[in-house]
């Protein structure tokens, strides 16, 4: 069963608005992570340099040293965790994502506004190129920031050295 125009007009804008949930959850998720990862960071960071400074003698000099110990290596474990999921990095692609969404789904109303009859054919086809369009930006532009994260694959036409194994079959 094949959908009229005005049936496919609403279904794409259905599935533009589906995706821009979708990925203003992921926005929102990813904003306050990157902030708390942040501010995590900046407190136990200011608490080590605080409690090293504290000249204390005995036992609680040893208890400051070893928490001072402490907030310094959970302030490494966060950066860590920031750095390999990159809140704040998704963050940024998501808004432009989002606003890239939300502008097809204003050209779309306002297109239906426009005219008094359904949109052609042709005008929802390049609708929903561009729509996927922007799935493939937002794809590529998340698998470029993974791709900077993870170790180089080794070339594929590389000639091999006298030292190096032989190829498995």
């Known amino acids: 069963m094949s959908l009229d125009s005005s049936d496919r007009a609403q279904l794409l804008r259905e599935t533009i608005r589906a995706e821009a949930r979708r990925i203003d959850r992921q926005r929102s998720r990813n904003r306050r992570q990157a902030f708390a990862l942040r501010i995590v960071v900046v407190l136990a960071s200011a608490t080590t340099t605080v409690l090293l400074g504290f000249k204390a003698q005995g036992g609680l000099g040893t208890t400051l040293t070893n928490v001072a110990l402490a907030c310094s290596a959970t302030a490494t474990v966060v950066l860590a965790w920031e750095a390999f999921y990159n809140p704040r990095s998704l963050w940024v692609i998501e808004v432009n994502h989002l606003a890239q969404l939300q502008a097809l ?3 779309l109303a306002d297109m239906c506004a426009r005219s008094s009859r359904p949109l052609s054919d042709d005008d929802l086809d390049e609708l929903r190129d561009a729509f996927e369009g922007l799935m493939a930006a937002h794809l590529a532009a998340w698998t470029s920031l993974r791709a900077q994260q993870a170790p180089a694959p080794p070339p594929l ?7 190096s194994p032989p190829p498995s079959t």
């Open 105 to 107: 789904d204003r050209r």
């Open 157 to 163: 036409n590389s000639t091999a050295s006298p030292n």
